[in-house]
């Protein structure tokens, strides 16, 4: 059969021959219909992300960890539970049976591989913030895929006011359309990007959702500091990503007055995976969230892999 095989540290995967899958006991094999591309996928692949050992360690490999197919009686399930050096960005897959689960009617292929991205914005909102209807939503990195997602399910649940982040002015002007009420660029220096925050936090930045870090989020730590005696209001902020750098620089003041509370994006994730996934799901159907895709053909990975132009659309994989 036909994969996407890298076979070295930040290589591109190239489509090549790959030896068929055999489903072990407890496996099932299933033709690949669907991936998504994320960032975690190209990290992994880079070497950069957390968990990449392993897939580094059995290079020659194929990426990504999980996607749509079919079973042998055509049933469409989502399947994960691969382990290097297999991956998804193959024609068939052997995976353990209890790492598939129906994708539900009424959805297709390609929009069912990207419904993760969607739930990992609705449980960073309704699980790891607790988030309220009428809160303010601040986005941090607002004009990528998970950014705009997460812009869309924000209104969604009821937010008061949104506002978000990105570099890009084009894209920033095509997120009000989706729901902000308010875009910042931080494509500007520190003193101009401290006083963009300020100027729009109005009552207050009830929620985070931050998917860069680095820089623009430690200078908005540096703005929601009191400049007098009164405590900050509460501002619940939840790091999902790094796309503007692994770290920042936290001071004690940021922190002491501010009102600043720090979580985790898989903050009470076990307990609200079920309620986010049929929320996503039923939004998904009645045509409420609608996630844009860009499909490609598994034998031009190599071309699809190295893309930037997708603003905002996530890249699928399908077969050719």
Known sequence: MKAAVVDRAGGIPEYRDWPDPVAKDGEVVVAVEAVAVENVDRA??????????NFQAALPAIPCFDGVGRLSDGTLVGFGGL????????????????YTAPIP?????????????????ML???????????????????????GRLAILIARLLGAGRIVATGRDEDALSEL????????????????????????????????????LWGRPTELLTRALIPTSFALGKPTRLVQIGEAAGPGIRLTADALRTSGLELYGAARNAATGMASAYQQ?????RAGELVISVEAMPLS??????????????????VPD
Request: no cysteine.
């Open 44 to 53: 992994i692949v880079a070497g950069t992300h957390y968990t990449s050992g």
């Open 83 to 98: 382990t290097p050096p297999q991956g998804a960005l193959a024609e068939r897959v052997a995976v353990p049976a209890n």
């Open 105 to 121: 009617s009424g959805i297709a292929a390609p929009v069912a591989a990207t419904l993760s991205s969607a739930i990992s914005a």
């Open 124 to 146: 960073a909102l309704s699980a790891a913030a607790e988030f309220r209807a009428g809160e303010t939503v601040l986005v941090q990195g607002g004009t990528g895929v998970a």
């Open 176 to 211: 009000r359309d989706l729901g902000a009420d308010a875009t910042i660029n931080t494509a500007v220096d520190d003193v101009a990007l401290i006083q963009a925050f300020g100027e729009e936090v109005g009552s207050g930045y009830d929620v985070v959702l931050d998917y």
């Open 280 to 284: 996503v799901v039923d939004w998904v």
């Open 300 to 317: 031009r990975i190599a071309e699809a892999w190295v893309r930037t132009d997708l603003r905002g659309r996530r890249l699928v994989i």
